[in-house]
T-cell receptor, first 113, second 117 residues
Framework: EAGVTQSPTHLIKTRGQQATLRCSPI?????VYWYQQALGLGLQFLLW???????NRGNFPPRFSGRQFPNYSSELNVNALELEDSALYLC????????????FGDGTRLSIL | GESVGLHLPTLSVQEGDNSIINCAYS??????FIWYKQESGKGPQFIID?????DKRQGQRVTVLLNKTVKHLSLQIAATQPGDSAVYFC????????????????FGSGTRLSIRP
C-alpha cells in the first residue's frame, strides 16, 4: 500500500511569490491534514480537509489556503511568501476523522530567499 | 540530514539496552494517544497508539504505558538498535470531542534518541 506522497520534495521561492504544495493521501483515506514544522518548533496545525471541504484551520493568516479534490488529493497554497514561511510542510491522512492515527508524508521543504 | 528540532531533550542509550521516552500530555479530555518517530529528512512515522481505556499496549519491540492520573505517557523500546535513532514525539487527541477531534491533535515537542555503539 502506497503511503502519503508529497511533491515537490524541495521548493525554493523568493519573498512575495506564491507556492503550491501537493499531497496524495493513502488510498481510502478521506481526511487530509496540513502541518507546518519550522526548524526548532513542533508541528503546527494548518488545515484539515474532509470530503472535499475545509473543516478546520489553525492559527495561520488567510494567505495560507488550500483545497481537496474529488480524488481526495490536496494542495496547499501559500501566497505573498514571507521569510518566516520557510519550513517543512507535512501532509497527513487518516481513514476516518479522529478514529485512527494520522499517517504522514515526508514533507515539502519550502525555503524562502 | 536536517534537524527536526534544535533544542530537543536528548536521550543517549547504549545499543542493545532498553530506551524509555516520556511525555507529559496537557489536555485532560485527551483520550487517544499516538507515538511517532521522525528520522532526519523524513516525515513522522506512526509507531503505536493507545486509547484511554487501556494502561498498556505492546507492539513489536515497543510498549506504550499510559497513566491518566498524572497525564503521563511513555514509550519503551526494547533492545535499542542504531536504526532507532530519531526524534520521538507523542500526540494526544480528544476523540470524544466529536467530528473535529483529529484537528485538535496536540503534538509534543519531542525527544531525540541517540544510540551509542
Amino acid at each position: 500500500e502506497a503511503g502519503v506522497t508529497q511533491s515537490p520534495t524541495h521548493l525554493i521561492k523568493t519573498r512575495g511569490q506564491q507556492a503550491t504544495l501537493r499531497c496524495s493521501p493513502i488510498s481510502g483515506h478521506t481526511s487530509v491534514y496540513w502541518y507546518q514544522q519550522a526548524l526548532g518548533l513542533g508541528l503546527q496545525f494548518l488545515l484539515w480537509y474532509d470530503e472535499g471541504e475545509e473543516r478546520n484551520r489553525g492559527n495561520f493568516p488567510p494567505r495560507f489556503s488550500g483545497r481537496q479534490f474529488p480524488n481526495y488529493s490536496s494542495e496547499l497554497n501559500v501566497n505573498a511568501l514571507e521569510l518566516e514561511d520557510s519550513a517543512l510542510y507535512l501532509c497527513a491522512s487518516s481513514l476516518n476523522n479522529g478514529g485512527g492515527p494520522q499517517h504522514f508524508g515526508d514533507g515539502t521543504r519550502l525555503s524562502i530567499l | 540530514g536536517e534537524s527536526v528540532g534544535l533544542h530537543l531533550p536528548t536521550l543517549s542509550v547504549q545499543e542493545g539496552d532498553n530506551s524509555i521516552i516520556n511525555c507529559a500530555y496537557s489536555n485532560s479530555a485527551s483520550d487517544y494517544f499516538i507515538w511517532y518517530k521522525q528520522e532526519s529528512g523524513k516525515g513522522p512515522q506512526f509507531i503505536i497508539d493507545i486509547r484511554s481505556n487501556m494502561d498498556k499496549r505492546q507492539g513489536q519491540r515497543v510498549t506504550v504505558l499510559l497513566n491518566k492520573t498524572v497525564k503521563h505517557l511513555s514509550l519503551q523500546i526494547a533492545a535499542t538498535q542504531p536504526g532507532d535513532s530519531a526524534v520521538y514525539f507523542c500526540a494526544e487527541i480528544p476523540v470524544s470531542a466529536g467530528y473535529s477531534s483529529a484537528s485538535k491533535i496536540i503534538f509534543g515537542s519531542g525527544t531525540r534518541l541517540s544510540i551509542r555503539p
